[in-house]
């Protein structure tokens, strides 16, 4: 206990040594699952509901990126570039009985675009301790021990009722009975495993809100920008084209780019003029199930698309909280400094019909 107790003291002041760093904070698997369980630290998942409830590390919180961007019928954000006025992000985390002195693990299947919502949303809010887990709940899964034995239990489980099938095929009532019972063993051996897997399925667990509260002098706009930015730097790229200082990275998939396909709530479908086609799944490492591919790796997908570390750079998908922070979060992660997320993206370029759009 003691040793592990000294394991996250050590973590949380690597990670409170880092604050004001430029470069986005990852942690490892093998790191984080020995703070599962420890009050100081809550995991925040920014899936889905569905996908939490049927996959979340075991206490963690959920709160989807997808909604994590708040925006009226009509797109607006009124607090941009926030992504949620204050009063209301406030209200909505303290919900989730989250507090000021926690660190926040945010994480995902392992993509890492819903994870670096979360994290782009609680440091735009000046929380001082947040970090991505780098391969998320799919590398927590591959390291719990009751895991791998609940996997080989189920697989014999299954060889067992096929046999079953067979047996009553073959009308041999004997086999049957006594497969029958092996599988009710093995069944029993399952459940008794469950409660202690570190990941679980089920609804979120009703939290004690708590006092959480944010700060107006420490929110933190640096890395995130509005519409009206995102305009200076389209008419800047329309008229200097690629010698603007400026890039706009698009970072959807191209039925979205096209207009092809659209959110029922955005009156006009297409991509900002300007804008360049980096799809969010370039970053990703689909291979070894991680959140970003190696550094190396990445800045040859940046330079691949003219990307400079001198330019002032607007990532954008459908809401912001996710396939445009991931592609900010590899930029940083790369030491690109001027890089910002347009958290009212699509949402609201393409209901603001006094903004250009192109097909």
């Avoid at 009722?161 to 073959?170: F, G, P, S, T």
């Avoid at 730097?233 to 191209?254: E, F, H, L, P, W």
């Avoid at 550094?295 to 940046?302: D, H, T």
């Avoid at 912001?320 to 993206?345: D, K």
Wanted: aromatic letters at 8%.
């Amino acid at each position: 206990m003691r040793k592990a107790a000294l394991a996250v003291i050590a973590c949380l002041t690597v990670v409170s040594s880092n604050l004001f760093a430029s470069e986005v904070k990852l942690i490892d698997p093998k790191e984080a699952i020995k703070l599962i369980g420890d009050k100081n630290v809550v995991f925040v998942s920014g899936d889905s509901h569905d996908t939490y409830n049927n996959n979340h590390i075991i206490g963690s919180v959920e709160m989807y990126a997808h909604h994590l961007h708040h925006s009226d019928i009509m797109g607006n954000m009124h607090c941009e570039p926030l992504y949620r006025c204050v009063d209301d992000a406030q209200k909505y985390i303290r919900s989730k009985g989250i507090r000021n002195d926690q660190l926040i693990i945010a994480y995902d299947n392992y993509r890492g675009p819903n994870a670096t919502g979360v994290h782009s949303f609680f440091e735009s809010f000046g929380h001082e301790k947040v970090v991505v887990l780098d391969g998320g709940f799919d590398g927590i899964k591959a390291l719990d021990p009751n895991q791998k034995i609940y996997d080989k239990l189920n697989e014999e489980r299954k060889a067992i009722k096929k046999e079953v099938k067979d047996a009553k095929k073959a009308g041999s009532d004997d086999k049957v009975k006594a497969l029958n019972d092996k599988e009710k063993e093995i069944k029993a051996k399952m459940d008794a495993i469950k409660p202690k897997l570190l990941i679980q399925a089920g609804e979120e667990p009703k939290h004690e809100a708590s006092d959480y509260t944010i700060d107006p002098a420490k929110i933190n706009k640096k890395y995130i920008a509005d519409k009206y930015e995102v305009k200076k730097a389209v008419d800047d790229i329309a008229q200097k084209g690629k010698d603007s200082q400026y890039v706009i990275i698009d970072t959807r998939g191209m039925i979205e780019i096209i207009g092809e396909r659209k959110m029922d709530n955005v009156a006009r479908g297409g991509h900002i003029p300007g804008a360049t086609f980096l799809e969010w799944t370039n970053i990703t490492d689909e291979e070894k199930k991680m959140s970003f591919k190696s550094k190396e790796e990445l800045q040859k997908v940046f330079d691949s698309y003219g990307v400079k570390k001198d330019q002032t750079i607007y990532a954008y998908c459908m809401v912001g909280a996710g396939r445009s922070s991931h592609i900010i979060s590899a930029l940083r992660l790369l030491g690109y400094e001027n890089v910002r997320v347009f958290t009212g993206s699509w949402d609201t370029w393409g209901n603001d019909m006094n903004l250009p759009i192109r097909r």
